[in-house]
Structures are given as C-alpha cells and as structure tokens.
C-alpha cells in the first residue's frame, strides 16, 4: 500500500482535503462548507469543525494506516492572538480586513524596510502589533498555523509563506530586527520555518479523534494562493499561475526574488525559488453578491475555457 500524505485547505468559504501518494496522484477528497457549522466564517471553532468534519469524510474512503503526513494551508494574513495552549483570545483578523490605526500603520511605514511585505493596513503585521495588548496573549498565529496546531499541539511554529505579511525576512531567514522598533513584541512571533518542514507529530487526542497512528508527521503548511500554485505542477521559471476563489491571486514563478509593495508585488520563498506576484480582494467572493450558489455552479459549468470571451479583465488592487 503507498504512503498517503495529506493536504487540508481551509478558506473562506469551506475546508477542503486530499489524500495523495507518492506519484502526485489522488487516492481521496472531500469538501466542507463553513456554513455547515455557523454563519461565522471568521470563528476558529467553525475552521475547525469544517476541518474535522471534511477530515473525517476523505478518511472514509482510504486506508487510514497509509497516512504519513499531514500539512494546512489557510488564507495568507489571517491572524488570531491565542494563549500559551493555543486557546483564541479575540476574534480573528482575515486577509482582507484592514487596521485603522494610523499609528500602527504610520510607525510599520517609518520602520519597514521598502521591500516588506509587511506594508499596508491588511498586512499580517499590522494585525499583530493591534492585538499584542490583548490580556493573555502568548503567541499570534496565522490561519493555518493554528489549524495545524490542533493536530500537533504546537501552537508556536509557522511557516515562511504565511510570515512574509508578518515582516519575516525570508532571504535572511529570520524575524528582522527593525519589528522591534515597531513596538512589537518579538516573543509573540512564532518560530518560523519553510513550508514542508516537520514540525511535530499527531497528539494522541487527534490521533484518536481520526483513527490515524500517532507516528503520522505534521509538516509546515503554506499560504491558500502558494498552495493553488503547486496544485497546478508549475516547475520551471516563467510559468505563471492566475487563481480565483474568494480572492484573485497572481502569481509567477522567478530565480530571483521580485517586491513591490506599493504596486502589491511580494515574493515567496519556493524551494530554491521564489513565488512573485501578488493578489486582489476583489475576486470570485463578489458573485455571491448577485448570484445563488447553484447558479454559479450552473454557469460556472457552461464555460469553454478553450473559447475566447472576446473580455479583457484586469485585477483591482
């Protein structure tokens, strides 16, 4: 029987999984609406109710003992302050809402490098320096950071994907001193490393919860849009990746790091490469606002991709 390693999406919308083998290929998968849970999306109990629930359905259908390893990918800017055993202290920031204190922004503007993706008022940073007075807090985390921490118990690791808008600096490989002069307190950053490291293995409670052995690695995750990336088996230099969900991400991949936060062009680290390209809040979310859900399905399955629309549609920032 080959190995399994397991990928869990959570989103905006729902929490997604595969279960795949050694040669790329799909032995399960299975989806979750958020909703099925609450009408909260922005509520970790709700991800993570969608999680088990999505878990347990590709579960099902596999050989559970074929399971190796486990990795999240979540929304890229999600942050949440928890207590030192991971419990949520407030209600999360998502990728797209913004911080409103100008001095937050304005001392981020003074401090951070040009370069940083750690610019901007939806930027990881930014939310963590407005929650780091909140009472108790231990550590801030990203979406799947604290996901993956409900498998491993390890609620002080991320990864250099989901740190970018947090201001890690990926070609140093550390958290850069100038964070400090922002009035962040550097013990709430959590310990980061590159995605597809393991970072600790299943607790015997998610062990027993999904009838997995306790062996099973959880290994660093990645941000939603690296994630829809690597789905697509893009390899070389030049290949570029557009992917609309809630969000329109645009990416391409680059020898070389390529930033310009003033335009929203940042660079992931990807192995020996780099990931440039960037993203609109602007994307698939905005349908819901005119269409039902079944009737996204219905047109969404009327599309030709190999026909020309004769439209040109370019990504608001």
Known sequence: ?????????????????????????IASRAAVPLDRFGANG???????????ATLKELLSGIDRTSVRA?????????????????????????YNDKVLDYAILAVIAREAPEASAAHGATSGLAKALAFQLVPGVARMLHQADWIAGQFSGRFDVSDQNNSLKTGYDVEAGRWP???????????LLPEVTRPGS?????????AGLFGLA?????????????ASFLATGATAAGEGVTALG????????????????RYGIYSHRLGDAWLAGGASNSGGKVLAQHFSVARIIELSAAIDPATETGLDYYPLG
């Open 198 to 206: 393991v970072t600790g293995r299943l607790t015997a409670g998610a």
């Open 42 to 52: 922005r509520d970790p109990t709700v991800w993570w109710a969608a999680v088990e």
């Open 70 to 94: 486990i990795a999240v990918d979540g929304t890229s800017g999600t942050v949440l302050p928890v207590d030192s055993i991971g419990r949520p202290l407030a209600e999360p920031l998502m």
């Open 246 to 261: 809630s969000s329109l991400t645009i990416k391409i991949l680059s020898d070389r790091p390529i930033s310009a936060p």
């Open 1 to 25: 029987m080959a190995p399994l390693a397991i990928g869990i999406d959570i989103g905006t919308s729902g929490a997604r999984a595969v279960a795949m083998r050694p040669d790329f290929s």
């Open 214 to 226: 306790r062996d099973v690695v959880v290994v660093a995750g990645t941000t939603d849009g690296c």
């Open 177 to 187: 001193d100038w964070i400090a002069a922002t009035g962040m307190r550097m013990e």
